[in-house]
């Protein structure tokens, strides 16, 4: 039990149409992480929470946040809690809607004091600010996002998939699956509001549904996956004025596989390799990253060894990826090899119902 140097928070669903009876989850699970060798260690029981599908936590490591993604009156919930760094534990400090539905992804701003919210099924951004105590301000701001694309079963309205903080701090990204853009917000950290950009947003080509993002570590050029297409989109990102300029677009999937439907995205450390995740042919996609960050080269493909590789994660000190599959409810973990960006299985398991979003604090 102590033979482990980070904490690492799993967000799950526990309810909705994601759900069968084959197991259930009880909200945001808490395990040990030992970095060395990549191996999970079970703590105790869940938070107990409603579809906390998506956690972050602060930059200072005392509070933990969550969505709630659930439709109700009110709206989502986005959730405050504190970190108890002698056993990992959590306190509930407070809830608030995020005045909109279906709360999907969320991401403190570099200063912890904020947090921005992408909510899926109403179409919105939010931002909160986070006062002393890490509690939520209620008085949250909504931006509701506008448009349609073409695909008549997933595009008919705006759909907000992620809210990503630059690297510089001054813009918040928010790729758009509904509407085929990344909407381009800058931040106003003197009165916590987000201020539309000029450009807005950008686009990737129709139909292609962007879902997350990810930034080179040197913050000029992004990469967004899309959902629908299953490819990634790479653009050069002026970092001063907010503007996002198509590189290429290139597929995830190897020839001939007909199921799209691409999750998450995560770039190493030395931006050396990028990797995005294939539900339905349940694989990580693997480039080699090269000029600079504009040009990515196909590696191959990795099983993940479960079903619906929803999100997956890079260990804090860049050895392992951890792969949440979340109908088979698991995470498989591999190894990383620096030379060519390859991942072998370390037979390393460990069983959460539903696991959706792993984030790692150091004990």
């Known amino acids: 039990m102590s033979d482990f140097d980070y904490y690492a928070y799993i967000g799950t669903y526990t309810s909705g149409g994601v759900i069968t009876p084959k197991f259930q989850s009880k909200g945001i699970y808490i395990l040990g992480y030992n970095s060395s060798n990549g191996v999970f260690s079970q703590l105790g029981t869940a938070f107990e929470k409603d579809n906390p599908s998506f956690v972050s936590i602060s930059p200072d490591g005392r509070n933990l946040y969550s969505v709630g993604e659930i439709d109700d009156k009110r709206g989502g919930a986005l959730s405050a809690y504190s970190i108890n760094k002698d056993d990992g534990s959590l306190s509930i400090i ?19 004091k904020l947090l921005l919210a992408a909510n899926y099924a109403g179409g919105a951004s939010t931002i909160a600010s986070i006062n002393e105590d890490g509690s939520l301000d209620e008085d949250v701001q909504v931006i509701q996002h506008e448009g349609s694309s073409i695909n008549p079963d997933r595009q008919m309205e705006p759909h907000a998939h992620s809210i990503n903080v630059t690297p510089n701090n001054k813009f918040a990204l928010v790729p758009d699956l509904g509407t085929d853009k990344i909407m381009i917000y800058k931040i106003n950290h003197k009165n916590g509001k987000l201020e539309i950009n000029d450009p807005s947003f950008a686009k990737v080509e129709p139909g292609m549904g962007p879902r997350h993002l990810e930034f080179h570590p040197n913050g000029k050029v992004v990469y967004v996956i899309n959902e ?32 799209k439907s691409c ?43 479960g079903k619906t590789p929803r999100n997956f994660s890079i260990d804090p000190l860049g050895n392992f990826i951890h792969a949440a599959n979340q109908d088979s409810g698991d995470i498989f973990t591999f190894a990383i090899n620096k030379n060519n960006g390859t991942l072998e299985y370390t037979g390393g398991k460990i069983d959460v119902p539903y696991p959706v979003c792993i984030k790692f604090l150091k004990r």
């Open 94 to 112: 407070n809830t608030i809607s995020s005045g909109s539905n279906g709360p999907c992804h969320l991401t403190t701003d570099k200063d912890g």
């Open 228 to 259: 629908i297409g299953a490819t990634i989109t790479s653009f050069d990102f002026d970092e001063e004025v907010g503007v996002l300029d198509s590189i290429e677009t290139i597929s995830t999937l190897p020839d001939g596989i007909s199921h």
């Open 263 to 305: 999750a998450d995205i995560h770039i190493t450390s030395d931006g050396n390799f990028l990797y995005g995740s294939n539900r339905g042919h349940d694989s990580l996609a693997i480039f080699k990253v090269l000029d600079n960050g504009r040009k990515l080269e196909k590696v191959g493909h990795e099983s993940t060894l």
